[in-house]
């Protein structure tokens, strides 16, 4: 079975169809993904910055990070769930939309960056948490992170003008 | 007073001629809008559950907004102008939006509110939280949220 059969598959099932045919929950479930996007980004964008010292210098950065991860995680379960259930809908035209796949590779990354800054400068974070500037690896992880974030934002809405 | 003959003017306009021509342009504009909202989004919320004594505890309210704030207004400003272009991308269409009427009235409200008593709740916030404080919270996150969903609701009209 091809990738394009599975996501045909998928496409072509009752819950699918369901989603795909009723106007009501595409919507509700769009709306959900946008909300899910706007906490993951929102919240993801205060640590970044406070990692560039853009923002909160006072505050340790290990506070700042354990005040608003929870809160992206919570972005990141709504938009995982509903970006599932839309693909789900879409399958086999998504599994052909260019955006939609450059998008996957840029998601790819940026689940890759924070297991990097995690298991590597952040682990010493106690040694830097108040210092001004913050570390050259610490700031290059934030860039990185708004970059990738910005780079799904406006991937995922150009699905929309591939259809 | 219809505010019809705005918006046929508006749709006359050069700018606007421009923008509906062009095949990129709305495309492009809808991406900054998206992401300024992003930004306005996490830092409107950081804020208010500060405000709730959920988040940040220990900074007092004062420092928060003055960290927070800067970056929500200019997030509402790029919001405000990519906003306008979307609409002069096509006024007629907006015009006769129910939604975009909604969030517009929205947008108003929060605004207003956002300049005036959240303002004084989180100026008149010392250590403790007082019940005004909590309540222009709420009220500011169900405002802005409100904006928000009336927002994407004008795609699907």
């Known amino acids: 079975m091809t990738i394009l059969q599975i996501c045909q598959w998928l496409n072509d099932s009752p819950l699918g169809t369901s989603i795909r045919e009723s106007d009501f929950s595409f919507a509700l479930i769009e709306t959900t993904h946008v909300l899910g996007i706007t906490l993951m980004a929102g919240t993801v964008a205060i640590l970044d910055l406070r990692l560039l010292g853009l923002m909160l210098r006072q505050d340790e950065v290990s506070d700042v990070a354990g005040q608003v991860l929870p809160l992206t995680v919570a972005g990141f379960v709504l938009m995982v769930i509903s970006g599932s259930l839309l693909f789900w809908s879409e399958a086999a035209k998504m599994y052909l939309n260019p955006a939609f796949r450059f998008k996957l590779v840029l998601m790819l990354a940026a689940g890759l960056n924070p297991l990097i800054f995690h298991r590597t400068v952040y682990r010493k974070v106690a040694s830097w948490d108040l210092a001004q500037p913050t570390p050259a690896a610490a700031k290059t992880a934030a860039v990185v992170s708004l970059a990738l974030w910005t780079g799904i934002i406006v991937s995922g809405r150009a699905i929309a003008y591939f259809h | ?157």
Do not use: C
């Not at chain 2, 606007?16 to 992401?35: D, I, K, N, R």
């Open chain 2, 1 to 157: 007073m219809s505010l019809l003959p705005f918006f046929e003017w508006l749709a006359a306009t050069r700018l606007s001629e421009a923008m509906s021509a062009s095949v990129w342009a709305f495309a492009v504009v809808e991406m900054f809008h998206l992401l300024a909202l992003a930004m306005l989004g996490g830092t409107v919320l950081i804020l208010n559950l500060r405000l709730l004594g959920l988040r940040l505890q220990r900074r007092p309210v004062a420092e928060v907004t003055r960290e927070l704030s800067p970056y929500s207004f200019a997030s509402l400003a790029v919001l405000v102008v990519s906003g306008a272009l979307l609409v002069i991308d096509g006024p007629l269409r907006y015009y006769s939006n129910s939604a975009f009427r909604v969030k517009m009235l929205l947008l108003t409200i929060a605004v207003i509110f956002s300049l005036t008593l959240h303002r004084w709740a989180v100026r008149s916030e010392n250590r403790g939280i007082s019940p005004g404080a909590r309540i222009a919270a709420v009220v500011s996150l169900m405002l802005w949220l409100s904006v928000g969903l009336a927002g994407r609701a004008i795609g699907f009209l």
